[in-house]
């Protein structure tokens, strides 16, 4: 079950990965619909899922959030079974240097609808807000068009192609790196601080 | 002093780096000349670089040799090379000289050795180099090999006092044997 929560948005909020959230998390290194465009390709034990949140997911250098579809009146803490449901995972590596890079994954029966955007947006508002980093990344292979189609949607900029650098699927594919400034999404999300009473 | 030769060029070789190297490391890990255009930017003592000698020995994955220049006496070390995640689909390779030995192809020499070596011990699918965009000389080892520029990252790194872009390289197996056969 996920935790309290760190941003709310329109339709998502923010919340934290919990312990107990290993068995969610070990859906992305093992559902074909996730793992491929992830790059997360070997199937894990959830032994190993929890292992992993406690040695990165906890570490000081990265941020993670479980992007959550809240019930009306889910409590900003720590939601019980109905309150909430996890809809999909990002986390942020390197938060502790001068550019985090992103990591993110929904589960199949949200695509389509938005909720990815609505993920991205508001955790790199947040990361934006909470780290002094001057930019931020994020990497989608050749195949994801979805992926690449979401982060040039929120003003990302390709930066690089790295040809056949990764085995997925039965192929090599290329990585494609994206990169968007702190000035560059300032200026595109124009008032993407908080109202703070 | 470097220990066996592994690998051999024209006029340098490539050797196992050996516990009693580390005075040679330190000094490259902390000349300016070399450790900003690396992107190092903490001091090394004698012991950490010991340490780094003795983490290094039994991996598998990580190759690091010393650039030497031979005169028939001992070889005299002029920088480092590495090969880095072996087990990558294309490691990433790095490498330095010290200052007073640049502008001679010794780097575009040595880096041949190493990525030679690599593709033909290995079964990888290419090899990939990053540099900071003002590093005109890593980037002129690069293309003299043949490696393509894939991209730049605008802003990536604050090295000296400013945001500076940093650029990737890549080298496919086959392009790698087409400049093989012009040669």
């Known amino acids: ?197 | 002093m470097p220990g066996a030769v592994f690998r051999r060029g024209d006029r340098v070789t490539l050797r196992t780096v050996e516990h009693e190297d580390a005075e040679f490391l330190q000094r490259g890990h902390n000349d300016p000349d070399v450790a900003v255009p690396l992107g190092v930017n903490m001091p090394e003592n004698e012991s950490e670089a010991q340490a780094s000698i003795e983490d290094h020995e039994g991996d598998n994955l990580n190759v690091s040799l010393l650039v030497c220049l031979e005169d028939g006496g001992d070889p005299t070390p002029i920088g480092q090379v590495y090969l880095m995640d072996l087990h990558h689909t294309r490691p990433e390779l790095s490498y330095w000289l010290l200052p007073e030995y640049h502008g001679n192809g010794y780097g575009t020499e040595a880096t041949e050795v190493l990525v030679d070596y690599a593709f033909n011990a290995h079964e990888i699918r290419g090899l990939q180099a990053q540099a900071f965009a003002p590093n005109d000389g890593s980037v002129g080892v690069l293309e003299n090999l043949g490696f393509e520029h894939e991209g730049t990252l605008r802003d990536a790194r604050f090295r000296d006092g400013e945001y500076v872009d940093v650029v990737w390289y890549g080298l496919l197996r086959e392009e790698w044997e087409d400049a093989e056969v012009d040669d």
């Open chain 1, 1 to 197: 079950m996920p935790g309290p929560l760190v941003e709310a948005g329109d339709r998502v909020t923010l919340r934290t990965v919990e312990r107990e959230d290993a068995e969610f998390l070990h859906r992305s290194n093992t559902d074909p619909r996730i793992r491929w465009y992830l790059g997360s390709i070997y199937p894990g034990s959830r032994a190993e899922e929890e292992e992993g949140i406690e040695r990165w997911i906890e570490s000081d250098s990265v941020a993670a959030y479980l992007a959550c579809i809240d019930s009306e009146d889910a409590p900003a803490g720590h939601p019980d079974d109905d309150d909430t449901t996890p809809i999909g995972c990002l986390t942020a590596r390197h938060v502790d240097g001068d550019r985090p890079w992103l990591a993110y994954w929904l589960v199949p029966e949200y695509h389509g609808e938005g909720y990815g955007t609505e993920m991205v947006r508001l955790a790199v508002d947040t990361i934006f807000r909470t780290y002094s980093v001057h930019g931020v990344s994020a990497g989608a292979y050749g195949f994801n068009e979805a992926s690449r189609g979401l982060l040039e949607s929120l003003g990302f900029t390709e930066e690089a192609r790295r040809r056949e650098a990764r085995f997925i699927d039965g192929e090599y594919c290329d990585e494609h790196q994206y990169g968007v400034l702190r000035a560059e999404w300032e200026a595109e999300h124009d008032g993407f601080r908080s109202e703070r009473a």
